[in-house]
């Protein structure tokens, strides 16, 4: 009997939401017998998360995460704890600071660059 495999990540922006995110993870069950599993979510800022699979589990979860600071992630999903699944996936992020705070007045702009009104997720710089 082999573990659980870990198949994919995805991490989605939420509309409007600024710095949250939705985290999905998938695993592939190699046969029937293969029913449970356990990984960690690194969210790339220190932010960690446990994610488990057990029976009737659909084979996809889902999580929210909200980041505390704009800018680009790399999420990492591994195998952990008694019942590791196997492997290690990847994937890329960036957010954006949310539209309230852009019109604040307080931007988080690079020097020299103003925030565009309105721009989407309050990340387009001119």
């Known amino acids: 009997m082999a573990a659980p495999r870990l198949d994919s990540v995805a991490v989605q922006v939420l509309a409007g939401k600024g710095n949250d995110v939705v985290i999905s ?3 592939e069950r190699p046969t029937l017998l293969d029913l449970s599993c356990s990984a ?5 800022d ?15 979860k ?3 995460y909200e980041y505390k600071r704009p800018g680009s992630y790399r999420v990492r999903v591994a195998g952990a704890g008694k019942d590791a699944c196997v492997g ?19 931007p988080r702009c690079p020097g020299g660059w103003a925030l565009v009104e309105e721009s989407v997720q309050g990340a387009r710089f001119t």
Do not use: C, F, Q, Y
């Open 25 to 27: 993870v998938s695993i």
């Open 62 to 64: 889902t999580t929210r």
């Open 88 to 106: 290690l996936k990847e994937a890329t992020i960036s957010v954006g600071a949310p539209k309230g705070e852009a019109k604040a007045g307080t």
């Open 46 to 60: 220190g932010g960690r998360i446990p994610i488990s699979w057990n029976i009737g589990d659909s084979r996809t």
């Open 40 to 44: 960690l979510i690194d969210a790339g």
